[in-house]
């Protein structure tokens, strides 16, 4: 199965130009035919993981590391280094999660607030 590079770019919301920039990074690596860029079902995924990846804080450079992984021959300081990335995005995205949790904890407290003080100040609405 092929993929234009319109195709890709309305199925995940972006625009064709952050698909050639994914490409000329060397993220993304189309067949063409003449003139056209042939998008194939492998990236396709790549795509998806890129946006992921962009979504859950990792740069393009981690990125590319990470795709880097599946490259067949990876030395053992290649593999530390990737396991050394992903423990601190891992670090990273726990501590997130924590101040989001706080966050929210104490938006429900200030919602709270905001409601007991308009219940209270119902029977003194303007009349």
């Known amino acids: 199965m092929t993929f234009k590079i319109s195709e890709l770019a309305n199925e995940f919301?972006?625009?064709p130009r952050s698909i050639r920039f994914y490409e000329d990074i060397g993220l993304l690596s189309p067949k063409r035919n003449g003139v056209n860029r042939v998008y194939g079902r492998r990236d396709k995924i790549?795509?998806?993981l890129i946006l992921r990846g962009?979504?859950?804080?990792?740069s393009l450079q981690e990125i590319?590391?990470?795709f880097s992984l599946y490259d067949d021959n990876k030395s053992h300081a290649q593999l530390l280094s990737m396991i050394n990335i992903i423990e601190?995005?891992?670090r990273q995205l726990t501590n997130q999660r924590a101040d989001i949790?706080?966050?929210l904890i104490e938006l429900e407290r200030a919602k709270k607030r905001c409601k007991h003080t308009l219940i209270k100040s119902e029977p003194y609405k303007d009349k």
């Open 101 to 103: 949790d706080i966050t």
């Open 13 to 15: 919301k972006i625009t």
């Open 88 to 90: 601190q995005k891992q």
């Open 64 to 66: 590319g590391e990470l």
């Open 46 to 48: 790549r795509l998806s």
């Open 54 to 58: 962009k979504r859950l804080g990792f």
